[in-house]
């Protein structure tokens, strides 16, 4: 079990999980992960991680096949501006690995925006917290579960 199904679990959320073989050589994990499961790739969802000035991470989850306005994320948290976070930093701060960075069970709670589309589906996928693991899930309970604002923040 990883921490972000044992925090669903705790919380009595309903989700799925789905598995699927990664590839190694891959490094498109949001992508590998829609293709490999036959999912429409607008409710697959990849944690980006930002950070914010003054030096603070904050969570970005879009579409695996869309780009995240640093622009629009920032505005959205209050801040003067945003870039992608250090991926050792997103690590360390998330307790997971890059391709299996989950936005549910993070070592230290982050402030969360999901773009606005995730809302035209009644359920999305996310990662699970590990390379190979997707979790579909309500998109109002992971939007209630992590405190997350809704906004576009795809370019």
């Given at each position: 079990m990883t921490p972000a199904i044992n925090l669903l679990k705790k919380n009595k959320c309903d989700f799925k999980i789905h598995k699927y073989e990664h590839d190694p050589a891959c490094t498109n994990y949001g992508l590998e992960a829609a293709q490999?499961?036959?999912?429409?790739?607008?409710?697959?969802?990849?944690?980006?991680?930002?950070?914010?000035?003054?030096?603070?991470?904050?969570?970005?989850l879009i579409p695996v096949n869309c780009s995240m306005s640093l622009k629009n994320i920032a505005t959205v948290l209050d801040s003067k501006n945003a870039k992608m976070a250090d991926k050792n930093e997103a690590?360390?701060?998330?307790?997971?690995?890059?391709?299996?960075?989950?936005?549910?069970g993070q070592k230290k709670k982050l402030r969360t925006v999901i773009d606005q589309s995730a809302f035209s589906f009644e359920t999305i996928y996310v990662s699970g917290g590990k390379r190979g693991l997707d979790i579909e899930i309500k998109t109002q309970d992971i939007m209630k579960l992590l405190n997350a604002k809704k906004y576009k923040i795809t370019s």
């Open positions: 490999k499961l036959g999912l429409d790739e607008n409710r697959v969802f990849k944690t980006l991680l930002v950070e914010l000035n003054p030096k603070e991470l904050a969570v970005g690590q360390k701060s998330t307790g997971y690995l890059l391709g299996g960075i989950s936005p549910i």
